[in-house]
């Protein structure tokens, strides 16, 4: 369990875009006594809109050098593809996604975009690449507008008002009193958590980033809110290059590609359906599990 993809408390699909996760990462480390050896190299470039092909190449990590965690990952990614990252818990699915905005750099190998090794880009340029939706939302006290321009410093009310809509928040933005200068948070109007992520959601609209990185929560709750939200998140997918830790059959099954990580290797890949009907796989294993609690659950 990575430190920035995971928070404290865990409401059902709490979600948040990566500034909150790299101020968490820092901390996290100031704790530990440690910094960050991720930086921009000397010549590095700022690259524009990139399309999102992904390469990961024979990539290695690990936290210290006593104990590897990926080991030997190589894996195409094409432009606008959904591939889900299933696998034990511990298996290394949220270490290899933090590789891709430079969180940590690999130990070997190589992780380019378009062809190009994500440590020639800036890393400012490279994470405006890159959204991140994760189980925590991170919301400030200002108006409603100023959080959703978060996303993207300088977007236009338009854009901020099409996003909203594209979260499904225009039905909550009616009834604020200011509308978009409605002051929101602990001073303001208290959102509730569904509303949270509709918000946050509607961040990364504004972003909209080429790339990315959905951490699902791990409830299965299968409320209306719940649809809601995952209606809004396949929308934010769409003709995006996405790559989901995914923990929810109905996400899973709809992916392109199924990704089963164990012990910080690639065990198997296939579709859905090419990985069910492997006799013995661990993803049918996985799944066989699953269905059983859920089935229990609902
Ligand atoms: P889960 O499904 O439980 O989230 P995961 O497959 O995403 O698991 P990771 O979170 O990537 O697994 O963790 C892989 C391994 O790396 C685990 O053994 C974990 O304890 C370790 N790990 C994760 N983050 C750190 C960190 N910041 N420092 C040291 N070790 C870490």
């Known amino acids: 369990v990575t430190v920035f993809f995971r928070p404290v408390e865990k409401i059902n699909a709490v979600i948040e875009t990566y500034p909150k996760g790299i101020a968490g990462f820092r901390r996290y480390l100031e704790l530990l006594g440690t910094e960050p050896d991720v930086a921009d190299l000397p010549d590095a470039k700022p690259v524009k ?3 999102g092909d992904i390469r990961f190449d024979a990539v290695s990590f690990g936290y210290n050098a006593e104990r590897p965690i990926l080991q030997d990952i190589s894996l195409d990614v094409r432009s606008g593809e959904t591939i889900a990252f ?5 298996a290394g699915k949220t270490t290899l996604c933090s590789l891709l905005p430079r969180f940590y750099d690999v130990t070997g190998g190589a992780i380019s975009i378009d ?3 994500v ?3 800036t890393l400012a340029s490279l994470r405006r690449n890159i959204g991140i939706v994760q189980q925590d939302v991170f919301l400030f006290g200002g108006t409603l507008r100023e959080n959703v321009a978060y996303g993207r410093i300088g977007a236009s009310e338009d854009e901020i008002l099409e996003a909203l809509r594209r979260a499904s928040f225009d039905k909550v933005l009616e009834t604020l009193p200011e509308g978009l200068d409605t002051v929101i948070g602990e001073r ?5 958590g569904g509303q949270k992520q509709r918000l946050a959601i509607a961040r990364i609209f504004v972003k909209d980033p080429p790339i990315l990185i959905l951490d699902e929560a791990t409830s299965a709750l299968d409320t209306q809110t719940e649809r809601d939200i995952q209606a809004s998140l396949e929308e934010l997918s769409r003709e995006r290059t996405t790559l989901v830790i995914a923990h929810r059959l109905a996400t899973i099954r709809k992916a392109d590609r199924i990704v089963v990580i164990d012990k910080g290797r ?3 890949q296939g579709t859905h359906k090419d990985l069910l009907s492997r006799e013995n796989s661990l993803y049918r294993r996985m799944h066989d599990v699953q269905f059983l609690e859920e089935a229990e659950i609902s």
Do not use: C, F
């Not at 299933?86 to 511990?90: A, K, L």
């Not at 303001?188 to 509730?192: A, E, I, P, R, T």
């Open 86 to 90: 299933v696998g034990p818990s511990g």
């Open 119 to 121: 440590r020639d880009m």
């Open 115 to 117: 062809g190009q090794n």
């Open 188 to 192: 303001g109007v208290k959102l509730s």
């Open 49 to 51: 809109h990139l399309a």
């Open 266 to 268: 690639i065990a198997e």
